[in-house]
């Protein structure tokens, strides 16, 4: 059966917990042509991805090789970070993420989720004008459309069996939170993938 894949997950970053790099490179050596896309925190706890060089230079080796993509999972990952900022502080906060990712060389495409799906008029219109692409978005927000933005939702939270349709889209964490967890849900994603006829997309190609 010919499937089509978008393996995506939430909250990666260097530190402890969410730090997946182990995961990843268990799913790219069982499947060399994998494709996974990470909702990235520029700076998780306050500490910016660039305090870890060395994990860095892993995570691009993986994205030099087409086997992972960033994109945007808000700045500091607080509480329902985008839901309650205005329009100047969540430009600003999608600006300053995109200076770590600079500083760390890590190229992140403009592809956005909000941290615990929040979101509201001023942080769509934000993502609007700095040329977002895609909002990886919830069914509470499903009335936050916007023309310039292809809205997308997810089929398959990883802690339940794949649905039946021919595109996936999955939802995940990197770390082992809501029953969806790379690593607690590793040999289900890879059992589909070993008995379908898959075709992987990133995020920003939907
Ligand atoms: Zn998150």
Redesign the pocket.
């Known amino acids: 059966m010919s499937k089509t894949l978008v393996l995506e997950y ?2 990666l970053t260097h530190l402890a917990p969410e730090n997946c790099l182990s995961e990843i490179d268990e799913l790219v050596s069982r499947h060399p042509n994998i494709k996974i896309s990470f909702f990235t925190v520029p700076m998780m706890r306050g500490v910016p991805l660039s305090n870890d060089p060395n994990w860095c230079a892993r995570i691009r080796k993986h994205v030099d090789n087409g086997n992972v993509c960033l994109a945007y ?1 808000g700045f500091l ?1 607080t509480p329902e970070e985008f839901k309650t900022l205005d329009k100047t502080e969540c430009e600003l906060r999608l600006r300053f993420g995109e200076s770590v990712f600079k500083a760390c060389s890590l190229p992140a495409c403009k592809v956005f989720r909000g ?2 799906w929040g979101l509201s008029v001023a942080a769509v219109e934000s993502l609007e004008k700095l040329d977002f692409t895609h909002l990886y978005n919830h069914e509470d927000y499903r009335h936050l459309v916007s023309e310039k933005l292809t809205s997308v939702y997810y089929n398959w939270n990883l802690k339940d069996d794949p649905p039946k349709d021919d595109f996936l889209i999955t939802h995940g964490h990197t770390h082992d939170v809501c029953q969806n967890g790379i690593k607690q849900t590793l040999d289900k994603v890879s059992r589909f993938i070993d008995s379908n006829d898959v075709t992987y997309k990133f995020v920003y190609e939907v």
Do not use: V
Request: aromatic residues 0%; glycine residues 0%; negative net charge.
């Open positions: 939430d909250d999972h990952h941290p615990h």
